[in-house]
């Protein structure tokens, strides 16, 4: 069955960084392009990033655009999100989703979610 599993999050200090990765398993990675969205205490589920099946094609969230960059390795079949100059607005629960078609910008677009981990900025 398809799989999503997240790691990388945690606690880092405001300008800190992080690299999240979504390990995949289930389904043909190659095939599908695939989301990170983030929810933070008391706030709807938000648009982070999204990446095509061949890299080529790549979207941010306003506010994380200049800061995060997706990628991907379609031989480890993870999904990646760098972090950079983290701000205490970006604490939330990061998740991976699979892509299933439709605009890339919402949560119904997304088939298949990850479990979320945690990343926590602290001033």
């Known amino acids: 069955q398809v799989q999503l599993l997240e790691t990388g999050g945690g606690l880092v200090q405001a300008g800190g960084s992080l690299r999240l990765s979504c390990a995949a398993s289930?389904?043909?990675?190659?095939?599908?392009?695939m989301g990170w969205f983030r929810q933070a205490p008391g706030k709807e589920r938000e648009f982070v990033a999204y990446?095509?099946?061949?890299?080529?094609?790549?979207y941010y969230g306003d506010s994380v655009k200049g800061r995060f960059t997706i990628s991907r390795d379609n031989v480890q079949n993870t999904v990646y999100l760098q972090m950079n100059s983290l701000q205490p607005e970006d604490t939330a629960v990061y998740y991976c989703?699979?892509?299933?078609?439709?605009?890339?910008?919402?949560?119904?677009?997304?088939?298949?979610w990850g479990q979320g981990t945690q990343v926590t900025v602290f001033s």
């Open positions: 989703a699979r892509h299933r078609g439709g605009s890339y910008y919402y949560e119904k677009s997304y088939a298949y």
């Open positions: 990446i095509s099946s061949s890299s080529t094609i790549r």
């Open positions: 289930g389904f043909f990675f190659s095939s599908y392009a």
